[in-house]
Structure formats: C-alpha cells, structure tokens
C-alpha cells in the first residue's frame, strides 16, 4: 500500500526508524502499520521537510507556500469535512485541469474514488496539513458569505449525510430559518409553513386560524432550510421519501418556544410545518376562554363530580387542550390526585402530575392510561383519544370512580357518541360514563382599538341573507373590522371561542343506543337547553366582539 511504501522509503532514507510490526515484506495486505501513524510525530522532520520528502516520493510537483489560498477551489461534489479529515484540496490548474493537493500518502483506491466523484483525472501535489487546512476554511468562509441568490452554487446533488449536514450549516441557511422563525413568534403564529413549489419556496403564517404568507428564502435553499429543520427536530435528514415527525427547543426573544415538526414529500421536493409552542404560558382561566353563564355553570357543577367523563371536540387548532387546562385549573387543589398523559405538554400546571408521550419507547396515551390507574389518581386528563384501546381503558376508569377529561375529533359535540360507538364502545356504557361533551371552534377577535360600529340598514339585510336568517333586524348594531398598527392592519386581534355543551341528563342517556344519529341526539340536547356553536357565535356577535364572517367561517361546517 501507498502508505506503507512510504514509510519504507522514508527508512530507506534514514529519517525514519522502522515502526514495531512493519518487517520487509509484510507492509502490504492486512497490515497498514502507516494507516494508524500520527504524520505530524512520525519524524523529526518540520512540516515544509516533511511535505518535500513526500513530493519526492511522488516524484510530483510541490506546491509554493501561499499558493494553495489563491487557488480555485474544484471540490464541489466532496464535503468539506471529508477533506478536512483528509487534509486534501482540489483546484483547478491553468489548463483547466484538476490537482489534488495532499498532506499524506493517498491510496491508489482513495485516489480513484475521488476522481470518479470529480468526473476527471486529477494531477497529485504536495502542501502542508496547515496550509490545506487554511485553504479549506477560506473556501468555507466564502461560501458561507455568498449571498442568498449565488446559494445555488452550494446545492449538492448527493443526499450523502456530510454533505448535507454541510449544507444545513451554511450561515445563509441558519439565517434564513431563524428570520422565519423570530418572524412567526413576533407576529404570533402558532404554526410556520414551509412549502416547494415549482421553482419558488413558499413560507406561510396561521395567525389567529388564518395563513398569511411570509417573505420567503430562495428555492435554492430549500433542501439546507429542511436539513436544518431535521437536525434540530433529531429527524433522519437522508430520508426524503417518508412523512417523519420530531421536536425542538428554541429560545426568543428570552421565551422558550417548543417546535413541532413534520415533514412531508411532495411534487416539487419536501415541505414542512412547524407548530410553536410557548413554554410557560399561563393557563387561561375558566371564565376567560368564552363561555357563556348557562356554558360555564354546566362545565363547572360536572368538573366537581367524583366520576365520569367529559370529552372536548373540535378539529385540529380549535382551543381544546386550553379549554382542558382552564379545567384542570379549576379543580386543582391539594386533595385531588391529578395525572395527564399529553402530546405534546402545552401548558404547565402546578400541582399537576404531567407526562409527555413518547411513541417511540412504547409511552403512548393507551400505556400511561393503564399505568395511571394504578397511581391512585382521583382526576386523569387524556390528550386525545386517538384509538379505542385507548378509549375502552378511558370509558372503564370514568366508571370506576375517576373523573376522566379528554378531547376527540369531531365536528360537533353531539358526533362524540357516534364517534366512541364507531370506536368499538357499548352505548350503555357511553350511557353510564359521559357528563358533558363541549364541542367548540375559534372565532377571530376584532380588534379593541379600531373596530367600527355599524346599524344595520334594510339595503344590509336585503343584501345578504345571513342576516335575516340568524335574526337581526333594521338598526341592530354590529361591528366591523378596520384595521391599524396594534392589529397589524387585520382588523383582529386574538381570538375567542364559540361553544355548544351537552350535559348527558337522563333523556339524553335514554337516547343514547347502539344506532344512535347525532341530530337525534342534537334535538334532545337543544330541547334540555343547549345552545349551539352557531347561536353562541351570534351572540358574540351582537356583543361586539366578532363579525357574521367570522362565526359563518367556523361554525357553519358544525
């Protein structure tokens, strides 16, 4: 081997004493005594004396002191730190060739292997290891100084794993993707869309329940902004064929803000969302999420019964963990045991047993469930029931002396029953366990400072239905969006919810069966006293704090 050839020819030239183990002879197959030297103690020789003797044993050229810095670099297709452990640098010579610059004996296979991913024949020279090193990062710091529109230069084809770590690295990456992400917390986003399409990058903002688009980093960076992303969520960043999904922590502004991320391949490459979590909010109280008096009374008498269960619906991103939380809030005292299993853990609650799911080590809603059981508890909070081996373990606690909260799926709080009954339990035992189901949604809050006041006028009325249709008559007065700084020119400004609580009394629990229709079960709750998600947004309407748009968009579907 190479290596070990040069070392005899450096014992043959008596500046080397021969190494333990390495007998004439024996330096080829299965013994590279040279492969496991450290070069720079090998022998009393400097550095300069050393790299002459190796271009002697090349018999190849050795490259001037200084040179190596103005020379253009021809290594694209390699990872830099492939030739930094190396201590190799290509670049292009006058005839528009390619030389190697090398440190230390290269194999005859590792020479091929580069000229393969060069695509060309390449001429050996010699430098120092200090010299190439100093070479490299001055063709580091240069890519990582071009500006974002030359990025493209920097955009491998190999999915190798050092080149995209490499990749994912480069300051216009980082840059890109920390502008992104201070951008979406300042303007409170809960979720940062991510998305490729045909040669553009598209970069979106939900705020307040609607997307708003962000100025968006080339597409050149696509593949480093969802490198970058994969190794703070500790995501395989090779794999670009599957759906992966991981966490991460950041810090903002001094606020902590907890990522979710989630990939996705897709036509024109791979999109990603990231929801933010902020570490350390306040739970909202009860009396502050939106419920009416007739709301609030209901949930509160169910909150303080010994068993049962209470179930949140609503689609994904319609307040149900908050609503979970200002619950807990509100019976949590000294003498309840409280256990919540959660994915992920949104608010922090004192006095509250917390677990955070782990999928990946079998923690999942179902084992904590069944684990929770046997820790005493007298109130068991389940992030959603997801499944119905988590729903069966759930129905059984709430009938054997636990009060159970949890959140499901569903358009409608009436949907709840047919959903579990879908899930594979009994109706009686639906019967038995459930006290109350809240179904609720979001509704954008006009903003406080500039929202206009408007009476109705009969061309109003006349000219959109919605009106008369929900009751509103000639000089009612509504409000309307404006817009201004406080606002960021929406007209909104937070958001409020809208609910519909069923409380399960015993007409309702007779209505209850195995073929059981939701809208069956809507009539018998409206005639008890309910008030749907639709009047409950009118309300809100009337009271100035939401418009008709706003309580259409959301609770028209339920």
């Given at each position: 081997m190479q290596r070990n050839a040069f070392v005899e020819y450096l014992v043959g030239k008596g500046v080397l004493r021969r190494p333990e183990g390495l007998e004439r002879g024996r330096g080829g197959r299965g013994l590279d005594v040279a492969g496991q030297i450290d070069w720079a103690n090998l022998t009393r020789l400097t550095p300069s004396a050393f790299a002459d003797e190796l271009a002697g044993f090349y018999s190849c050229k050795r490259i001037e002191r200084g040179r190596l810095g103005s020379d253009k670099f021809a290594g694209g297709p390699l990872s830099h730190r492939f030739l930094k452990e190396g201590r190799l640098f290509p670049f292009a010579d006058a005839d528009g060739g390619v030389t190697l610059a090398i440190a230390a004996p290269l194999d005859d296979e590792t020479l091929r292997a580069l000229e393969i991913a060069l695509g060309r024949k390449a001429e050996i020279a010699v430098a120092t290891a200090e010299e190439i090193e100093a070479a490299l990062a001055i063709t580091q710091d240069e890519a990582q100084a071009a500006p974002a529109a030359d990025f493209a230069e920097t955009d491998v084809a190999s999915d190798e794993l050092d080149d995209l770590r490499d990749l994912a690295r480069g300051a216009p990456v980082v840059r890109a993707l920390d502008n992104l992400l201070r951008l979406a917390v300042e303007q409170r986003a809960t979720d940062l869309h991510i998305e490729p399409f045909a040669g553009a990058l598209q970069a979106r903002l939900r705020i307040d329940g609607l997307l708003k688009a962000a100025p968006a980093p080339p597409m050149s960076m696509a593949k480093g902004l969802l490198s970058r992303l994969k190794i703070m969520a500790g995501l395989n960043i090779t794999e670009r064929r599957?759906?992966?999904?991981?966490?991460?922590?950041?810090?903002?502004?001094?606020?902590?803000?907890?990522?979710?991320?989630?990939?996705?391949?897709?036509?024109?490459?791979?999109?990603?969302?990231?929801?933010?979590?902020?570490?350390?909010?306040?739970?909202?109280?009860?009396?502050?999420?939106?419920?009416?008096?007739?709301?609030?009374?209901?949930?509160?008498?169910?909150?303080?019964?010994?068993?049962?269960?209470?179930?949140?619906?609503?689609?994904?991103?319609?307040?149900?963990?908050?609503?979970?939380?200002?619950?807990?809030?509100?019976?949590?005292?000294?003498?309840?045991?409280?256990?919540?299993?959660?994915?992920?853990?949104?608010?922090?609650?004192?006095?509250?047993?917390?677990?955070?799911?782990?999928?990946?080590?079998?923690?999942?809603?179902?084992?904590?469930?069944?684990?929770?059981?046997?820790?005493d508890p007298d109130v068991i909070m389940v992030g959603e029931m997801r499944d119905g081996e988590t729903a069966h373990i759930g129905v059984h606690a709430a009938l054997t002396g636990h009060l159970v909260l949890t959140t499901l799926h569903t358009n409608t709080a009436a949907g709840a029953i047919t959903r579990l009954i879908d899930m594979g339990i009994e109706s009686f035992l639906l019967a038995s366990s459930m006290r109350a189901i809240i179904g609720q949604r979001l509704v954008r809050v006009l903003c406080p400072d500039c929202k206009q006041p408007h009476a109705l006028t009969a061309e109003d009325i006349a000219g959109d239905a919605r009106y008369a249709s929900l009751g509103f008559t000639e000089d009612d007065v509504v409000h309307r969006p404006k817009g201004c700084e406080w606002c960021n020119f929406t007209g909104f400004r937070g958001r409020r919810g809208v609910f519909e609580i069923i409380e399960t009394s015993s007409a309702l629990r007779s209505a209850i069966g195995p073929r059981t229709d939701a809208s069956e079960l809507e009539k018998v709750a409206k005639a008890e006293g309910m008030t749907t998600m639709m009047e409950d947004g009118v309300a809100k309407c009337r009271a100035g704090l939401t418009t008709i748009d706003e309580v259409f968009r959301v609770a028209m579907s339920a």
């Open positions: 599957l759906p992966q999904d991981g966490r991460a922590r950041i810090l903002v502004g001094g606020a902590e803000i907890d990522l979710r991320v989630a990939t996705m391949p897709s036509l024109h490459g791979e999109g990603a969302v990231i929801r933010l979590l902020r570490k350390g909010s306040g739970v909202v109280a009860l009396d502050q999420i939106g419920l009416t008096q007739r709301d609030g009374d209901v949930l509160r008498r169910n909150l303080q019964a010994p068993f049962g269960m209470i179930v949140v619906t609503g689609p994904t991103g319609s307040g149900k963990t908050t609503t979970l939380a200002a619950s807990l809030a509100e019976i949590n005292d000294s003498t309840r045991k409280i256990l919540t299993i959660e994915d992920p853990v949104e608010y922090q609650i004192p006095g509250v047993n917390q677990t955070q799911a782990h999928p990946a080590i079998g923690l999942t809603f179902a084992t904590a469930l069944r684990s929770f059981l046997r820790q």
